[in-house]
């Protein structure tokens, strides 16, 4: 099951084997820890500034972020 060919033979594909669920979150796999830090750091980059979006909307609406949200589906929905 590991190895499909192709018809001539002289290529094969290799698949991932099987694994149980939740056994990548506990086994030591080759990870590339450096884009994995990158991705990460991005990640918090951007939650950074949704939060400081949503303080500066708070202080220019003087509603929070609930709020915010209501007033955005008004003006969407017209």
């Given amino acids: 099951?590991?190895?499909?060919?192709?018809?001539?033979?002289?290529?094969?594909?290799?698949?991932?084997?099987?694994?149980?669920?939740?056994?990548?979150?506990?086994?030591?796999?080759?990870?590339?820890?450096?884009?994995?830090?990158?991705?990460?750091?991005?990640n918090g980059r951007a939650a950074m500034l949704g939060f400081a979006a949503a303080l500066i909307g708070e202080e220019l609406t003087g509603k929070g972020v609930l709020g915010q949200l209501a007033l955005m589906l008004r003006w969407l929905l017209g």
Wanted: glycine share 14%; aromatic share 10%; no cysteine.
């Fill in 1 to 42: 099951m590991g190895e499909v060919g192709r018809e001539d033979g002289d290529q094969a594909f290799h698949y991932e084997p099987l694994e149980r669920f939740g056994e990548g979150l506990t086994t030591s796999r080759p990870w590339n820890l450096k884009a994995l830090a990158g991705v990460e750091r991005l």
